[in-house]
């Protein structure tokens, strides 16, 4: 069984930066493609960037290119989501997600999230 903690989030300022990481159990983590979603209050949950099982391939949502990054670390079986210059409009709870195979764009394709981790920005 995989289990995905997410840690990081918190209420910080606009302009501000954030890291959230995302620990995985299982022998497996490093065949699994890994993504970040979000979800505000009252909307579906997005997407906000993607990596592949090695880490070579990277995807983001065009509200959070340039200002967000998804790395991860094989070794340490973790995934974080750096966020720059963060915006109001970026509060939202943040989740984590593994899926086998390629990495996907619908929340449906994942089979695996964490319980989710809040991020507030005031402005």
């Known amino acids: 069984q995989v289990q995905l903690v997410e840690s990081g989030g918190g209420l910080v300022q606009a302009g501000d930066s954030l890291r959230l990481s995302c620990a995985v159990s299982?022998?497996?983590?490093?065949?699994?493609?890994m993504a970040w979603f979000r979800q505000a209050p009252g909307k579906e949950r997005e997407f906000v960037a993607r990596i592949s099982a090695n880490g070579g391939s990277t995807d983001y949502a065009d509200s959070v290119k340039d200002q967000f990054t998804i790395s991860r670390d094989n070794a340490e079986n973790t995934v974080t989501l750096q966020m720059n210059s963060l915006k109001p409009e970026d509060t939202a709870v943040y989740y984590c997600a593994a899926r086998s195979g390629a990495p996907a764009y619908s929340p449906l394709r994942y089979a695996y999230w964490g319980q989710g981790t809040q991020v507030t920005v005031s402005s």
């Open positions: 299982g022998r497996t983590f490093s065949s699994y493609a």
